[in-house]
């Protein structure tokens, strides 16, 4: 079975940080469940699951977005990989049968409106596979659907709009994970489980069909430090400083590990000026509970 890593592009991916992530994430097979609430595009999944896999743990894997376009094209996939597949398959030769720049977006935009009266979960993910860097744009003539506009188009190959083996390995894994889209507050998270949180980052220049204000932040933090308390868990979150404000910190206090890392947004969470966007420098954390430091040691 091939090693699982994000089949789409997302901004905000934690790709690039897995490697400093490694060092604080846990073993699975001290917790019955793996609970990711705000999904996304999957990275952490994905390695923590292949860790998983490697290490024979029969922990369980609970995902969760309130995005339900995301959610629909993920149990779709899970539902039915080669009907998936071949559906792609198809879209993707049109597409590549395409001459010239002009011609692609026609065909894009034309596409767009198409999943806006069908809402397909095949076609969104080409869609989001052609569409700009990654990004879940949305507007009024979509209705709020997906809405990015159309990426480089410059594919050649088949391979470069997607890769068979790695949509199959993702059905495969899928097949072992529950899947569902409600309000994070409302997810039954199971005692004893780990469970990593990825929300809206705090002052993001990203919207992912959802306002996440500073009162929902504290609302996440609070429903962190409950599934400590209450449940057993031991809980991980992604986030952002801003103007290192300390407001995370004076929230959780001491009990939580936070690790910083800077990094630069190229896409997404950009920096707007009078001329455009541009590469805007940040700084990131993890923080983790207590007593996951303590079953990690």
């Known amino acids: 079975m091939d090693v699982l890593k994000p089949f789409y592009m997302w901004a905000g991916g934690k790709s690039k940080l897995l490697k400093f992530y490694d060092r604080e994430l846990p073993d699975l097979t001290k917790y019955s469940h793996y609970v990711e609430p705000f999904f996304g595009g999957g990275a952490v999944f994905s390695e923590l699951y292949n860790s998983a896999l490697a290490s024979g743990t029969d922990t369980e894997f609970i995902i969760n977005d309130i ?3 995301l959610i629909s094209m993920l149990r779709c996939l899970k539902e039915d990989a080669d009907g998936f597949i071949l559906q792609l398959e ?6 590549l049968a395409i001459e010239g720049k002009d011609a692609r977006k026609e065909y894009y935009y034309r596409k767009r409106r198409e999943y806006w009266g069908s809402q397909d979960p095949v076609l969104l993910y080409f869609l989001m596979r052609t569409g700009f860097n990654g990004i879940w744009q949305t507007n009024k003539e979509g209705g709020g659907l997906f809405a990015t506009p159309a990426g480089l188009l410059n594919h050649k190959t088949e391979a470069q709009v997607f890769q068979r ?3 199959g390995a993702w059905s495969h894994a899928l097949q072992k994970t529950e899947i569902y889209s409600v309000d994070y507050k409302d997810l039954e998270v199971p005692e ?4 990593y949180c990825d929300p809206p980052y705090r002052g ?11 009162e929902s932040q504290k609302e996440l933090c609070a429903w962190m430090e409950m599934l400590v308390r209450d449940r057993n868990c031991a809980v991980a979150m992604s986030n952002r400083t801003v ?3 300390g407001f995370f910190e004076s ?4 009990t939580w590990e936070f690790h910083y890392y800077d990094v630069t947004y190229t896409a997404g969470r950009r920096k707007r000026t009078k001329d455009g966007f541009e590469a805007k420098p940040a700084r990131e954390f993890l923080v983790v509970s207590s007593n996951l430091k303590k079953r990690r040691g």
């Open 67 to 69: 995005n339900i376009e």
């Open 90 to 95: 198809n879209l993707t030769n049109e597409y």
């Open 165 to 167: 083996p790695l949509l």
């Open 192 to 195: 004893n489980s780990f469970v």
């Open 204 to 214: 993001s220049f990203t919207t992912y069909g959802t306002d996440f204000d500073d």
């Open 243 to 245: 103007d290192d404000d």
């Open 251 to 254: 929230i959780l206090g001491p």
